[in-house]
């Protein structure tokens, strides 16, 4: 019985090939990246956003849409005025929610769907 619960565990770390964006100054890619794989083991590539907003509007719906055909979870932790640039570039790309949630003044995280 112990092997079996063990081989679903390895069945469902497989099963996460996600990508986590960031802004820098909210943390490194490793910090992320090991955050992520804590709370939902798989494979998690972080991606940096730009300072500027037009550079950070265009990298996210470029990522966003890479990752439709390569990816599986798409998550972030940005700040609120970040937030707005990405919501707006992944509804621009038809993209839509799971949840969003404001966890302190400057960190808000999210999970968009694919």
Not at 37 to 47: F, K, M, S
Not at 74 to 92: S, Y
Not at 96 to 103: D, G, I, L
């Amino acid at each position: 019985m112990g092997s079996q619960t063990h081989v679903a565990e390895a069945v469902n770390t497989g099963q996460i090939k996600g990508i986590c964006l960031y802004v820098p100054s909210l943390g490194k890619a490793s910090e992320f990246v090991e955050e992520m794989n804590r709370n939902a083991p798989g494979e998690w590539t972080a991606r940096p956003l730009p300072g500027e907003m037009m550079d950070c509007y265009l990298e996210t719906k470029n990522i966003y849409e890479e990752a439709r055909g390569n990816a599986n979870t798409f998550v972030g932790v940005v700040d609120p005025a970040t937030f707005a640039i990405v919501h707006e570039a992944i509804a621009d790309s038809g993209g839509s929610f799971h949840y969003v949630k404001y966890e302190e003044r400057n960190r808000v995280t999210f999970s968009a769907q694919m």
